[in-house]
């Protein structure tokens, strides 16, 4: 004979189960000292190697932060405050940037392929070495930043100001360069197939051995 369980039992069960699944859920966790929720307040804090994928951090103050080797894919960190952080060899598949800052941060190494970078300020960043594919950088500013041998095929920069921007090695097949700035950048060795230029300018721009570049412009 099957056991039988009542309407009255299962109404007193459920609330109790479904209390402890749901426990802590509403709760920011927190590393280091650092609550981890949007507007956090975690300067120089210590998140090196955090999974903080798919985190709601809008807004938030990492300035100076250690998140090397951190997850944050799918996380936002829109408005965010990352200037000077480590952030070499972080993983942030289509992670939300949207104007948020990162003037001087080291981000090299890093998998961020499908980034979400609009109106992002990277003056001075060092992306050295990372993969950017398919990254949403219009409106930006890299002012001298580094992005020596980065992957950025299919990215888009327009409108972006990129004036001494070192990206020599870099992989722009297919990029979207229209109406960018890159004055005094270094293009040396880059790879250019496919890009759209549209209005890009190219004043005292280094191009030697680089593949596609505008070289009569």
Same mark, same amino acid.
Request: hydrophobic content about 40%.
């Given at each position: 004979?099957?056991?039988?369980?009542?309407?009255?039992?299962?109404?007193?069960?459920?609330?109790?189960?479904?209390?402890?699944?749901?426990?802590?859920?509403?709760?920011?966790?927190?590393?280091?000292?650092?609550?981890?929720?949007?507007?956090?307040?975690?300067?120089?804090?210590?998140?090196?190697?955090?999974?903080?994928?798919?985190?709601?951090?809008?807004?938030?103050?990492?300035? =100076? $932060?250690?998140?090397? %080797? @951190?997850? !944050?894919?799918?996380?936002? +960190?829109?408005? /965010? &405050? *990352?200037?000077? #952080?480590?952030?070499?060899?972080?993983?942030?598949?289509?992670?939300?940037?949207?104007?948020?800052?990162?003037?001087?941060?080291?981000?090299?190494?890093?998998?961020?392929?499908?980034?979400?970078?609009?109106?992002?300020?990277?003056?001075?960043?060092?992306?050295?070495?990372?993969?950017?594919?398919?990254?949403?950088?219009?409106?930006?500013?890299?002012?001298?930043?580094?992005?020596?041998?980065?992957?950025?095929?299919?990215?888009?920069?327009?409108?972006?100001?990129?004036?001494?921007?070192?990206?020599? =090695? $870099?992989?722009?097949? %297919? @990029?979207? !360069?229209?109406?960018?700035? +890159?004055?005094? /950048? &270094? *293009?040396?060795? #880059?790879?250019?197939?496919?890009?759209?230029?549209?209005?890009?300018?190219?004043?005292?721009?280094?191009?030697?051995?680089?593949?596609?570049?505008?070289?009569?412009?």
């Amino acid at each position: 004979m099957r056991p039988v369980i009542t309407a009255s039992l299962l109404f007193v069960i459920t609330p109790a189960l479904a209390g402890d699944y749901m426990a802590n859920l509403d709760q920011a966790p927190v590393i280091n000292g650092c609550k981890l929720e949007r507007e956090a307040s975690c300067a120089g804090a210590d998140l090196q190697g955090a999974d903080l994928s798919n985190m709601d951090l809008r807004s938030a103050n990492f300035r =100076g $932060a250690n998140l090397s %080797g @951190a997850k !944050l894919s799918h996380t936002s +960190l829109r408005g /965010a &405050n *990352l200037d000077g #952080a480590n952030l070499d060899n972080v993983t942030g598949y289509r992670v939300q940037l949207y104007r948020a800052s990162m003037r001087g941060a080291s981000v090299k190494s890093a998998q961020l392929q499908g980034m979400q970078g609009e109106y992002l300020f990277a003056q001075g960043a060092d992306f050295t070495g990372s993969d950017l594919s398919g990254a949403n950088f219009d409106f930006s500013r890299f002012s001298g930043a580094t992005l020596k041998n980065t992957n950025l095929p299919y990215s888009s920069f327009e409108i972006s100001w990129l004036p001494k921007a070192d990206l020599e =090695g $870099a992989n722009m097949k %297919g @990029a979207n !360069l229209q109406e960018a700035k +890159l004055g005094l /950048a &270094n *293009l040396a060795y #880059a790879d250019l197939t496919g890009t759209r230029i549209h209005y890009a300018t190219f004043e005292g721009t280094y191009m030697e051995g680089c593949t596609a570049c505008p070289f009569d412009w």
